[in-house]
């Protein structure tokens, strides 16, 4: 049975809280958590305020992110990334291995890995110097089955120790859907899924790769509209299962999946 054949779809639960403008305080980031059914531990309090922390403090000599306001980061980039966690978390089976392309700051998958331990995550990306952040971020937060790959999503997808390896795979807003299928696809094992985390244009990208993702070996399973708290902004979570394999000549090589997408 595939990865998402249980899942059942759902839309994003509003909650009213008292958030200030399009912000989130830490307390409220917990409150919001909690009213969803997640509970967060003072461990878990603390994981989020030492990566805030370090976040705002490497960026002021790398370039990892244009939101540094606090509660900014808790709404923009927490928050954020923990709504696939929070809308389809029959994805996020009990032990998972997770692998998360073009990472960035860590996000989606630490902060998702911060709430479930329990997943085995592996990060890729192509800049040696947020490596190196996530490297001591991992260690700063304690966080168990973790691994960070210095790569390009192309060139890591056709090494076997990681070719269809993964019960999930996820990106945020890395590029465009067909070009982003073709880098996530690959590393998605037969009965697993690609979950992409688009914003408002994600539902144009989605008509435009039809074809990419048919022929990665992938079907779509649900385009799902979500909201911010208290903002107009939307995302999509589009789940991609993994049906077949996907046939070597893909991922191609290096620059080919942007400047010439399937």
């Known amino acids: 049975m595939a990865l998402l054949a249980c899942l059942k779809w759902s839309t994003l639960l509003v909650v009213k809280h008292k958030f200030h403008g ?3 305080k830490p307390e409220e980031f917990k409150q919001y958590l909690a009213d969803r059914g997640v509970e967060l531990t003072d461990q878990k309090v603390t994981q989020f305020q030492q ?3 370090f976040l705002v403090e490497t960026n002021e000599h790398v370039n990892l992110t244009a939101i540094t306001a606090e509660e900014d980061v808790y709404l923009k980039h927490f928050l954020d990334s923990i709504l696939p966690l929070l809308e389809l978390p029959a994805a996020f089976v009990q032990n998972a291995r997770v692998i998360d392309i073009g990472a960035g700051a860590g996000f989606p998958s630490l902060p998702i890995k911060i709430l479930r331990p329990d997943l085995t995550v592996t990060i890729v990306d192509s800049l040696n110097k947020r ?9 700063m937060l304690s966080l168990d089955n973790v691994e960070l790959v210095h790569g ?3 060139d890591v997808g056709q090494d076997r120790r990681y070719r269809e390896k993964y019960d999930l795979v996820t990106a945020r807003a890395v590029a465009r859907l067909n070009t ?3 880098y996530c696809l690959p590393f998605a094992k037969v009965g697993g899924a ?3 985390l688009k914003g408002p244009r994600g539902e144009s990208e ?3 790769s039809a074809t990419a993702i048919a022929k990665l070996g992938g079907k779509l399973r649900t385009n799902q509209v979500v909201t911010l708290p208290e903002t107009a902004e939307q995302r999509m979570l589009t789940v991609i299962d993994k049906v077949k394999a996907t046939p070597k000549k893909y991922p191609r090589q ?3 999946p942007n400047k010439k997408p399937l």
């Not at 490596?131 to 991992?138: A, P, R, S, T």
């Open 180 to 182: 982003l299928s073709e």
């Open 131 to 139: 490596i190196k952040f996530l490297g001591d971020l991992v260690i």
């Open 194 to 196: 690609f979950v992409a």
């Open 22 to 24: 399009r912000k989130m």
């Open 51 to 53: 990566y805030f922390k």
């Open 152 to 154: 390009r999503a192309e």
């Open 206 to 208: 989605l008509q435009d």
């Open 254 to 256: 290096a620059g080919m």
